[in-house]
């Protein structure tokens, strides 16, 4: 398991890792705010246009946890974002998540966002979401 997280230590965990490593799809954003879902963040891309601004709220850590099968502490995922607007795109995080940095994504930039399991007890979940560097959509 040399290639996988310590927290893997079997097939079946390795198969639950790398199902949790390629969920999500294409999310085409045009309204001017979202609360975004669990399928919506974990491993996914947003598209943002139609606006000139936009705020999106990031999915409950009980639903993110939630997405992973055997979810634990340290666990990462990615989400990336591009953002067509003619303004500034905007995450808040809810409830029980962090934001590491910089929360805003300017117009016709895109950003990759790592986020990362901090606690995955239930009724206790915890995400930390590092955004990285910022991008030419």
Known sequence: MGLFPSYVNSDTEALGYLAGCVQGGVTSVTTATISLTAAQTVGGLLVISGGSTCGLTLPTPASVVAAFPQ??????F???????NSGTATFTAGTGNTITGTATIATTLGQRIIGVITNATAGSEAVTYYPLLH???
């Not at 979810?71 to 990462?76: D, E, I, M, N």
């Not at 990615?78 to 067509?84: F, G, K, S, T």
């Open 78 to 84: 990615a989400l990336e974002v591009i953002n067509n």
């Open 135 to 137: 991008t030419p959509a």
């Open 71 to 76: 979810a634990q502490v340290g666990q990462k």
